[in-house]
């Protein structure tokens, strides 16, 4: 395996890399993410917009399996302009993700106003990333390297880190920036679980990233908080960033239930 996906006629073929935490049989949520943001940007005009919203829709759990993805602009615009994308599977609908993006042109703002927050430091040293106890030795967990600032995915309670892809998105191609931010933006609530993994289940149905800028480089930091209420709901909010700084936000909305 080279890529989180292989291409295949029309079709994007799944590879292992791409299995999340909760079905070894199942995608995490980042990699079909990052391949619907990769859809959008093949849309016309991509170079003269940037992407500043994205709600991903997980309408059920998205098989390791050839999937196919489409795109188009639902509201077109000479400076904001509505797209949106859908990754089916024989046909069904399993992820969905509408969007903004607004045409991009110089403003002559004062510097105050632009400067860029600072984020967490990128850890010199990989140091200890223990994943969930899956029983699964290859999946996004080992295609992606994982450096913590703090916590850790096997401790409880907020949680830093950066990540950065081992294999590009897509067989033969360099991943682009806003694909190596979204298929970083939905950790957030795996590396700040707020119950234990062995006992519960904290599955996010859906995934929003508020885009300030794109990344510079290949690390993607993701600060992390979840909070769970005890009728079975959650959020997980996450800052993002790279190593010059903030990029944006990430909200998840997840499921908690008792295994």
């Known amino acids: 395996m080279s890529a989180f996906y292989e291409p295949d006629g029309g079709e994007y073929r799944a590879t292992e890399l791409t299995r999340g935490p909760w079905d070894p049989g199942a995608q995490h949520a980042g990699p079909p993410a990052a391949l619907l943001g990769r859809e959008l940007e093949l849309l016309p005009e991509a170079e003269d917009f940037q992407v500043s919203r994205l709600t991903f829709e997980i309408l059920r759990s998205i098989p390791i399996a050839p999937v196919e993805v489409?795109?188009?602009?639902?509201?077109?615009?000479?400076?904001?302009?509505?797209?949106?994308?859908?990754?089916?599977?024989?046909?069904?609908?399993?992820?969905?993700?509408?969007?903004?993006?607004?045409?991009?042109?110089?403003?002559?703002?004062?510097?105050?106003?632009?400067?860029?927050?600072?984020?967490?430091?990128?850890?010199?040293?990989p140091g200890p990333a223990n994943f969930f106890p899956t029983g699964e030795t290859v999946g996004y967990h080992t295609a992606m390297e994982i450096r913590f600032v703090s916590g850790a995915f096997t401790e409880i309670g907020p949680a830093a880190a950066f990540l950065r892809m081992r294999h590009p998105l897509v067989e033969g191609e360099e991943p682009r920036?806003?694909?190596?931010?979204?298929?970083?933006?939905?950790?957030?609530?795996?590396?700040?679980?707020?119950?234990?993994?062995?006992?519960?289940?904290?599955?996010?149905?859906?995934?929003?990233?508020q885009i300030e800028r794109l990344p510079e480089g290949e690390w993607i930091g993701v600060d992390a908080i979840t909070l769970p209420r005890p009728r079975g709901n959650a959020t997980a909010e996450s800052v993002l960033s790279d190593e010059r700084g903030r990029l944006g936000r990430a909200m998840q909305s997840l499921l908690v239930a008792e295994r």
Not at 90 to 107: F, H, I, S
Not at 184 to 202: H, L
């Open 177 to 209: 920036p806003l694909e190596r931010l979204l298929i970083a933006a939905d950790v957030g609530n795996g590396i700040s679980g707020a119950v234990d993994f062995r006992r519960f289940v904290f599955v996010n149905v859906d995934l929003t990233v």
């Open 70 to 125: 489409e795109a188009r602009i639902v509201r077109p615009g000479r400076r904001v302009q509505m797209v949106e994308a859908e990754l089916r599977i024989d046909g069904e609908v399993l992820m969905m993700a509408r969007g903004w993006r607004l045409r991009t042109a110089p403003v002559d703002l004062p510097a105050e106003a632009v400067a860029i927050p600072p984020g967490p430091a990128l850890p010199s040293e």
